[in-house]
DNA sequence: CGATCAATTGAGCCGTCTCAATTTGGGTGG
DNA sequence: CCACCCAAATTGAGACGGCTCAATTGATCG
């Protein structure tokens, strides 16, 4: 049930096989539905096996900002482990599939299963880590750059699930990329088009080529040096 | 050792007692210098006794982001608990002292104290919001509103810690400000005298009165509906 | 009491947003 | 199957917020 997608990344075998007695459950998320809702009481985090989904926190005024685009074998719901209470929304991007991973199972399984807590707080931090990093990119970077470094993120994702690095397709909207890095819709399209009026990429509504990597990790800061 | 202040929060009494096995080192770093290093060996967190620090990345061109400013009883090092490696560094704003977490001594001491992992399951979560609604206000937000919300969230913050919400002092200075707020120390400036111009608060040079608390909640946008 | 660094303030510029028009594609019903 | 409709994306023109560069003041410390 678990394959290599849900949680394990760097585990033993045999811890896997113990940890299948976590996931009980797994929910399918249809395209535009929401796995939960900023308010519901939060008992799991979930581990994505197939699919896409977004999730973004909304403030007081109604303002959103997505916090993340999500892709197989990643986590969420880990924001939600303070009060036990989401603070975030988690929207499919397309028809999806979770494992729910329960915090009381998990905490049952804990004494025999030590390197279960050691994972989960090994991810917590990656996330930390993540969100740190994209702080760095709206505080200091311009759109350009912002745009460029989306790209070879996603890039470097689809590229370690085994999928192409070059071709994917963008399951988000132009104004979904822009809100997740701080842009308008508008200065996103403006600079994909440009990418590939430069020859960097192709692009084709939702689907892009990337022909030139190095000339997109120049623009992104990210290449050398 | 651990007063009311290092890692408790909402434990029982006897609990923190037993937590005190956990806490055997402090350690005092004087102002302008560094409890870690972006690179160090990470093998613990720690738990801010007194004075203020704050943390920042660095990219590999050099570029630096404030990912926080730290007061008394909140903990750092959350983020460098993916490969055991300090992703961040921690620069003291001022003498301050630090309770150290060991990781090791925690596994050791949790199958007896159980609520231990939910507590640094909390705290990170805690983290991962904070950095998120950074996130938000740095993607969606005016300056103006960016340097009202900061102003009114060290204010609750100190006020929290049984000092004065109105009265306080800076302990970073305003390019430390405008970093992690992703502005110029500049406009940072210009928005502080804008705000005393209007009545709001006084400045001087790092002293800071609130005046009109509601007036600036009103202009972070976080004030009601 | 000078030296140095932090902060303030001003002027002008640039990048990104706003507003608007147009194109494109996908889905639906006649 | 075609025509229509709607949402998403593209592209343009103009405005504005925040940045850059620069000069000045103020504080701190030897």
């Given at each position: 049930?678990?394959?290599?997608i ?44 197939s ?20 892709l197989p074998g990643e ?79 996603l890039?470097q994702r689809f590229q370690s699930l085994g999928y192409s690095p070059?071709?994917f ?57």
């Open positions: 049930m678990l394959n290599t849900c949680l394990p990344l760097g585990m033993a075998r045999d811890e896997i096989v113990k940890m299948d007695e976590l996931i009980k459950e797994r929910i399918r998320v249809s395209k535009g539905s929401t796995l939960y809702h900023q308010g519901d009481i939060s008992e799991a985090v979930y581990g994505l096996r699919g896409s989904l977004k999730t973004q926190i909304q403030d007081a005024q109604g303002q959103t900002q997505i916090t993340g685009f999500l986590i969420l719901g880990l924001d939600g482990l303070m009060d036990n209470i989401q603070v975030s929304h988690a929207i499919a991007l397309e028809d999806s599939e979770v494992c729910v991973i329960r915090l009381d199972e998990m905490d049952r399984l804990a004494p025999r299963i030590p390197v279960l807590q050691t994972q989960l707080r090994r991810l917590m931090s990656k996330e930390i880590n993540r969100s740190h990093s994209l702080l760095l990119a709206l505080g200091s970077r311009r759109s350009e750059q912002r745009v460029a470094a989306f790209l070879l993120n890039s070059t071709a397709i963008l399951r988000m909207s132009r104004e979904e990329i822009g809100n997740f890095l701080g842009l308008t819709l508008e200065t996103v399209s403006r600079l994909l088009s440009r990418f590939a009026h430069d020859g960097i990429l192709q692009v084709r509504h939702r689907e892009v080529h990337i022909l030139d990597l190095h000339a997109l990790q120049v623009l992104a800061g990210t290449d050398c040096e």
